[in-house]
């Protein structure tokens, strides 16, 4: 069974610096998606950014990144020029190939910015 | 559009009391989920329906019912609640096509059993 796993709990980061939160990952997959969710006080879970498997590519949207070493199951998030608004618990999470869609979440990082 | 809805928002409920949980999506999607999440463990598939008329156990589907009442709605039913499901619960949807298969999900309902 796929597993995803966010060894940080708490990470916290000053304004206008750079922050990077883990996940690693455990499958015998080879086309999979992976995804970070951010979800801020309100609850809502908003989709902060997605790697297809098969892309070599770091994708990146606007301030965030990600770091996908697909050979060491790891997945990292660099977030850039930290912003008080990016304050949330950020969620990692697994897609596999099926057409289920079904997601498997990481236990969460609690970021929080300093001014 | 409104994307995903939920309600309620808040519900308390004494042990062995029952209550169904409402879903619904306007965005046309096949697939829908509902999720728990607890303290420390992430979000938990509880059951999904990948499409209308169909619906399969996830990780923690102890205790809990669901109906895929038509192609927008998916209810999660507690017969009679525990303690143990003191939890937060999200719907989401995703239109099981493409290549992203992104979710997308409800503002949450947050349960209360006591």
């Known amino acids: 069974a796929q597993t995803v796993t966010q060894s940080q709990p708490e990470m916290s980061v000053q304004e206008a610096e750079t922050v990077t939160l883990s996940c690693t990952y455990d499958t015998s997959e080879s086309d999979y998606y992976l995804f970070w969710y951010k979800q801020p006080p309100s609850r809502q879970m908003i989709l902060v950014i997605r790697?297809?498997?098969?892309?070599?590519q770091n994708a990146t949207e606007n301030r965030f990144s990600v770091n996908f070493q697909k050979a060491a199951k790891s997945f990292s998030l660099k977030i850039s020029d930290s912003q008080l608004g990016d304050a949330a618990m950020y969620f990692c999470?697994?897609?596999?190939?099926?057409?289920?869609?079904?997601?498997?979440f990481g236990q969460g990082t609690t970021l929080q910015v300093k001014p | 559009n409104a994307g995903v809805t939920q309600t309620p928002k808040f519900q308390v409920l004494k042990t062995g009391q029952s209550m169904t949980l409402q879903c619904a999506q306007d965005?046309?999607?096949?697939?829908m989920y509902w999720y728990r999440q607890d303290p420390g463990m992430g979000l938990r598939l509880i059951y999904y329906?990948?499409?209308?008329?169909?619906?399969d156990k996830g990780e923690v589907p102890n205790g809990y019912n669901v109906s895929r009442l038509n192609k927008r709605e998916f209810s999660l039913r507690l017969e009679s609640a525990a303690p143990s499901q003191t939890s937060v619960y999200f719907c989401?949807?995703?239109?099981?096509?493409?290549?992203?298969?992104?979710?997308?999900f409800g503002p949450g309902t947050r349960l209360t059993v006591t």
């Open positions: 999470a697994y897609r596999g190939s099926s057409n289920t869609g079904k997601l498997i």
């Open positions: 790697q297809e498997a098969y892309k070599q």
């Open positions: 989401a949807s995703s239109d099981g096509q493409g290549t992203s298969y992104e979710q997308y």
């Open positions: 965005m046309n999607h096949n697939s």
């Open positions: 329906s990948a499409s209308e008329g169909t619906t």
